[in-house]
């Protein structure tokens, strides 16, 4: 998620660009595409984002047992995920109507039970109405409480099963557990025009499929979208599937790497695609809404990003990688594919860099329960630091100062970043200071020795999800140092440490 706008430098006037951009099934405006006098994009640059045909490449057997997880119960927010459930892959077919914002959905889960017991529950919006539910082609019985779909049918330890259920209505975001001025609201969002749009950290995916919410449990998606011609839906992964029929553009996406629930993507409306590439050939693609001309040199840097960060953090975690651009006024990380709203800030190459430092950060390997949320925070904010100093976006020395003056107010209002009040979800805590922190560490190790093993960490952990007695371990062991103080007083101290790392 991107940092929070009210303590940066960079926070002047915000710019509302995506007014009359997504703008409906009729009458929309020519796309720009290479030519165009006065347009953005640049015909001789290889790198220059001209309007392209969506690549569309065969869908794979998904390997179950990549998405195999230890889920546990939440320890800031309890009442969503069910640590009885290991989901493993969610195949979703969904239909939108944009006139009468409905959603018309069968969903298919397979998962594992990871204990014996009489009932099992996943969460799942409450303004949706569910028909028919089976488990294993048996109808079963269920009852809702709440965003609680509760099934009502005995499991044993261990086994697969294949849960499938029909449900239908207007999905509503859920309120966040949040004060931050980008975002109230979780999940399935609506704009004027009936497009949509998800961002769903720490949760809410709910709001649009039934899903075991909470980030230990990873699985693999094969998501089916049905919209009104010209519109289009988009999702994480790889596009397998894209053709119109009677009026309607059917897509399939599919993400053979696991990923948490909180990023996964979901976003309709009327999208032309681009794309560049990266020094290494990975494809990079850009979904924006139909007709945008601002910005689009501010989103090619991405494939350059990805170049930069490799160089640090190793090689890009996934297959693919794309970004869809929103009607929100946030960002996300989501795997694979980016959400981005429609503001100057957040499509700012810095803003861009960070969601693609959680690729590694945040999506190749993810916290396990939301009080290590700074796992992800962290090392992205003191990425964007580096990159903002190395493209003259803002000196080093001058962000950490100001991180480093802010650091004792932020624990005081927000609480310390992995002990957080849970009604200030991702508060700027869990960003600055174990920015902060990581930076101590890096100055102590030198650049070499810290990238090292911040890229054996991911690669010791490649699609899993983590908590801190692990990070720190494998700090510890690695650099050879006596860390538990240090790292102690930076995530759970009440008060800004000194600065350096004793014995390093
Ligand atoms: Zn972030």
Same mark, same amino acid.
């Given at each position: 998620?991107?940092?929070? !706008?009210?303590? $940066? *430098? #960079?926070? /002047?006037?915000?710019?509302?660009?995506?007014? =009359? &951009?997504?703008? @409906?099934?009729?009458?929309?405006?020519?796309?720009?595409?290479?030519?165009?006098?006065?347009?953005?994009?640049?015909?001789?640059?290889?790198?220059?984002?001209?309007?392209?045909?969506?690549?569309?490449s065969d869908p794979v057997e998904q390997d179950l047992d990549l998405a195999l997880?230890?889920?546990?119960?939440?320890?800031?927010?309890?009442?969503?995920?069910?640590?009885?459930?290991?989901?493993l892959l969610y195949d979703?077919?969904?239909?939108?109507?944009?006139?009468?914002?409905?959603?018309?959905?069968?969903?298919?889960?397979t998962? !594992?039970?990871? $204990? *014996? #017991?009489? /009932?099992?529950?996943?969460?799942?919006?409450? =303004? &949706?109405?569910? @028909?028919?539910?089976?488990?294993?082609?048996?109808?079963?019985?269920?009852?809702?409480?709440?965003?609680?779909?509760?099934?009502?049918?005995?499991?044993?330890?261990?086994?697969?099963?294949?849960?499938?259920?029909?449900?239908?209505?207007?999905?509503?975001?859920?309120?966040?557990?949040?004060?931050?001025?980008?975002?109230?609201?979780?999940?399935?969002?609506?704009?004027?025009?009936?497009?949509?749009?998800?961002?769903?950290?720490?949760?809410?995916?709910?709001?649009?499929?039934?899903?075991?919410?909470?980030?230990?449990?990873k699985a693999l998606y094969d998501v089916?979208?049905?919209?009104?011609?010209?519109?289009?839906?988009?999702s994480n992964g790889r596009l397998t599937?894209?053709?119109?029929?009677?009026?309607?553009?059917?897509?399939s996406w599919q993400l053979t790497e696991p990923a948490?629930?909180?990023l996964v993507?979901?976003?309709?409306?009327?999208?032309?695609?681009?794309?560049?590439?990266?020094?290494?050939?990975?494809?990079?693609?850009?979904?924006?809404?139909?007709?945008?001309?601002?910005?689009?040199?501010?989103?090619?840097?991405?494939?350059?990003?990805?170049?930069?960060?490799?160089?640090?953090?190793?090689?890009?975690p996934f297959d693919t990688l794309g970004?869809?651009?929103?009607?929100?006024?946030?960002?996300?990380?989501?795997q694979t594919m980016?959400?981005?709203?429609?503001?100057?800030?957040?499509?700012?190459?810095?803003?861009?860099?960070?969601?693609?430092?959680?690729?590694?950060?945040?999506d190749q390997?993810?916290?396990?329960?939301?009080?290590?949320?700074?796992?992800?925070?962290?090392?992205?904010?003191?990425?964007?630091?580096?990159?903002?100093?190395?493209?003259?976006?803002?000196?080093?020395?001058?962000?950490?100062?100001?991180?480093?003056?802010?650091?004792?107010?932020?624990?005081?209002?927000?609480?310390?970043?992995?002990?957080?009040?849970?009604?200030?979800?991702?508060?700027?805590?869990?960003?600055?200071?174990?920015?902060?922190?990581?930076?101590?560490?890096?100055?102590?190790?030198?650049?070499?020795?810290?990238?090292?093993?911040?890229?054996?960490?991911?690669?010791?952990?490649d699609g899993?999800?983590?908590?801190?007695?692990?990070?720190?371990?494998?700090?510890?062991?690695?650099?050879?140092?006596?860390?538990?103080?240090?790292?102690?007083?930076?995530?759970?101290?009440?008060?800004?440490?000194?600065?350096?790392?004793?014995?390093?």
């Amino acid at each position: 998620m991107r940092p929070p !706008r009210h303590h $940066r *430098r #960079a926070a /002047a006037a915000v710019g509302l660009v995506v007014a =009359g &951009l997504l703008s @409906g099934c009729s009458g929309t405006a020519p796309d720009p595409g290479d030519l165009r006098p006065g347009g953005t994009a640049r015909p001789d640059d290889e790198g220059s984002l001209g309007s392209s045909p969506a690549p569309v490449s065969d869908p794979v057997e998904q390997d179950l047992d990549l998405a195999l997880s230890t889920p546990r119960e939440d320890s800031v927010y309890p009442d969503v995920g069910d640590p009885r459930v290991d989901a493993l892959l969610y195949d979703l077919d969904l239909t939108w109507s944009p006139d009468d914002r409905r959603l018309d959905a069968h969903a298919v889960v397979t998962f !594992r039970a990871t $204990r *014996r #017991a009489r /009932a099992f529950q996943l969460d799942l919006g409450q =303004g &949706l109405t569910v @028909g028919d539910v089976r488990l294993d082609g048996e109808p079963v019985r269920f009852a809702r409480r709440g965003k609680d779909l509760v099934v009502r049918a005995a499991v044993r330890a261990d086994r697969r099963y294949e849960l499938s259920l029909d449900y239908v209505g207007t999905p509503r975001p859920t309120p966040a557990p949040t004060t931050r001025g980008d975002f109230s609201t979780t999940g399935f969002t609506v704009t004027d025009s009936g497009a949509v749009w998800t961002m769903q950290e720490p949760y809410g995916a709910f709001t649009w499929y039934p899903v075991n919410d909470q980030p230990s449990d990873k699985a693999l998606y094969d998501v089916t979208v049905h919209v009104p011609a010209p519109w289009i839906g988009i999702s994480n992964g790889r596009l397998t599937a894209l053709g119109t029929e009677d009026g309607t553009t059917t897509t399939s996406w599919q993400l053979t790497e696991p990923a948490s629930s909180y990023l996964v993507t979901l976003a309709i409306g009327d999208y032309a695609h681009r794309s560049n590439t990266t020094e290494d050939g990975l494809r990079v693609d850009y979904w924006t809404p139909r007709g945008m001309v601002q910005h689009l040199d501010e989103l090619r840097t991405a494939a350059a990003t990805v170049d930069w960060i490799e160089a640090r953090l190793g090689p890009y975690p996934f297959d693919t990688l794309g970004m869809v651009v929103t009607d929100s006024q946030s960002a996300m990380e989501t795997q694979t594919m980016l959400t981005l709203g429609s503001n100057d800030y957040v499509l700012s190459p810095q803003v861009v860099a960070h969601e693609l430092v959680h690729q590694w950060y945040g999506d190749q390997v993810s916290p396990d329960d939301w009080r290590d949320v700074w796992l992800n925070e962290g090392m992205t904010m003191l990425m964007q630091w580096l990159y903002e100093d190395d493209h003259d976006i803002a000196p080093l020395r001058n962000t950490l100062g100001a991180a480093r003056n802010a650091d004792q107010g932020l624990r005081d209002t927000y609480g310390p970043p992995g002990d957080y009040d849970p009604e200030q979800f991702g508060g700027s805590n869990i960003y600055y200071s174990p920015a902060l922190m990581w930076n101590e560490l890096r100055v102590a190790l030198g650049d070499e020795e810290f990238f090292r093993i911040a890229r054996s960490w991911l690669a010791d952990h490649d699609g899993t999800s983590v908590g801190r007695e692990q990070v720190f371990e494998h700090w510890e062991s690695e650099t050879g140092l006596e860390l538990t103080d240090f790292f102690d007083a930076w995530i759970t101290g009440t008060t800004t440490p000194a600065r350096g790392v004793p014995d390093a």
